[in-house]
Structure formats: C-alpha cells, structure tokens
C-alpha cells in the first residue's frame, strides 16, 4: 500500500515538474543575492572587500561540489557557473540534469557558504537560475554580458558613492564620469576586479579552485574565455 502510493505520489505529482536540461550542452548557472540593495546597507561603498571575499568564498565552495564545473565569474552580488558534460563521452551531468535539483542545491550550497564567510547577524539569501546554451560563442557572449554589468555597475556605485540619488537620476555613463572627475575620482583608476569582476578557475594542478581577481576586459583579450569554455 506505501509504495503504491508513493509511486502514485512521485509520478501524479513530483513528475509532473519535472523539467532536465539537455545532455551535451552548455549549462549556466547563475547565483544572485536576494534583496541585496538592503542587505549592503551597512557595507563598505563603492566596493566592499569583505562582501567579495565572501562571494568568492560560497563560488569555491560551490564549484567543488557541482559536477562538471568549467569555470565561475562574479560581479556585484552574482557568480555564474559553466557546466558541460561533453568532454569525455558518458561524462555525468550534475544531477542528470534535473532542473530543480540543480537550482536548489547550487542556491543552498551557495548561501550556506557565504553565511559562514561572511558572518555577522543578518541572513543572506541567495537566487538560482539555470540557462542551457547550445553555442560555445554564446556563452563566451554570455560572460561578456555579465562584464559589461560589472563595469556600469561599478561606475554607478562609485558615482552614488560620492553624489546623491536625485543627482544622478536621468545621467548618461559619459555625464556620471564627468561629474566623478569634477570631484577628483577617476573610474578607470579603480581596482581592477571591482571593474571587471573576479573568477573561479581550477589551479595549476586542477586539484583546487583558485579566485583570479587579475581578469582582463573579455571583449579586448578574447582568449581567456576562449581557452576556458571548451
Ligand atoms: N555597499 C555595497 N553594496 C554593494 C556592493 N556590491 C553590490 N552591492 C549592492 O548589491 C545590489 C545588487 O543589485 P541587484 O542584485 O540588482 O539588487 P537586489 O535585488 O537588491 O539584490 C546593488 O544595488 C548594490 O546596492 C558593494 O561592494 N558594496
Ligand atoms: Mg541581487
């Protein structure tokens, strides 16, 4: 009688939802900090290290657990992961691809880490969504959308850091680096990651992960992507 109706249960209503990625595709997955506009109230402007550190922290953690991991990059409160399974043939996909496992798992993975990172008394929560592309050039485009964020990103923090809301309202990026050198700040002149993001990437001896806070800009030096997304 129990495992009828557990079989009824799992097939009426677990399977119903669902859903698998595709084998032998590039899968994306992309972790995002949930209300995070409050959450840094108190955090060092324009960039805090200590909310990086820990970002970097939960993407190690999470690329040691996830089958199939490439490669993660981060930006503001968001880390993306490449996952192929295409390599060697039968390689496993995490999760046989199962959607909801996969989301849920790299979401809580992640939190959990960055919590412990990060500590203090608030909780951080953590979004997950995955994105299947069939293209390599796509994901290469991919990352490259998320870097063009990181750098308007990083120049709306730096300028909301020195002007107030009402003052940049309706600003144009060349007319918020206008009014940043009018007060003496140059963006260009900003630590490099903060810029441009961070990565994740195996060490020498592939044994670990390892964060790369040195990246270039992906669209001038387009082999590093393109020696990363097989
Ligand atoms: N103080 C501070 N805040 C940051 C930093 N990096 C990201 N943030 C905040 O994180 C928010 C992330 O944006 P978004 O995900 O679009 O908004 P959310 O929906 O509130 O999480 C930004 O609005 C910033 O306020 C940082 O280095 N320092
Ligand atoms: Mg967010």
Not at 92 to 116: E, Y
Request: charged share 25%; hydrophobic share 40%.
């Amino acid at each position: 009688m129990k495992d009828d109706l557990g079989r009824r249960m799992k097939q009426d209503y677990e399977d119903a939802l669902r859903l698998t990625v595709p084998r032998r595709s590039y899968v994306v997955i992309r972790i995002d900090g949930r209300g995070f506009h409050t959450f840094t109230k108190s955090l060092e402007r324009p960039y805090s290290r200590r909310l990086a550190d820990a970002l970097d922290q939960a993407a190690i953690g999470l690329c040691h657990e996830m089958i199939g991991c490439r490669f993660a990059y981060g930006q503001s409160d968001e880390y993306s992961f490449l996952l192929t399974d295409f390599e060697k043939e039968n390689a496993p996909l995490w999760f046989d691809g199962n959607v909801q496992k996969m989301v849920s798992v790299s979401a809580s993975i992640f939190t959990g880490h960055f919590n412990r990172a990060f500590g203090g008394d608030k909780i951080a929560a953590f979004d997950s969504r995955v994105l299947v592309i069939s293209q390599g050039a796509e994901v290469e485009k991919y990352f490259l959308w998320r870097q063009l964020d990181a750098s308007a990103n990083s120049l709306n923090m730096l300028a909301s850091a020195h002007y107030a809301h009402a003052e940049l309202v309706g600003k144009s990026n060349t007319e918020k680096h206008e009014m940043l050198f009018a007060k003496g700040v140059n963006w260009a002149k900003q630590p490099a990651d903060f810029k441009r993001g961070r990565a994740v990437r195996r060490s020498a001896d592939s044994n670990s992960w390892e964060v790369d806070c040195t990246i270039p800009v992906f669209n001038r030096d387009p082999a590093y992507l393109r020696e990363i997304i097989p």
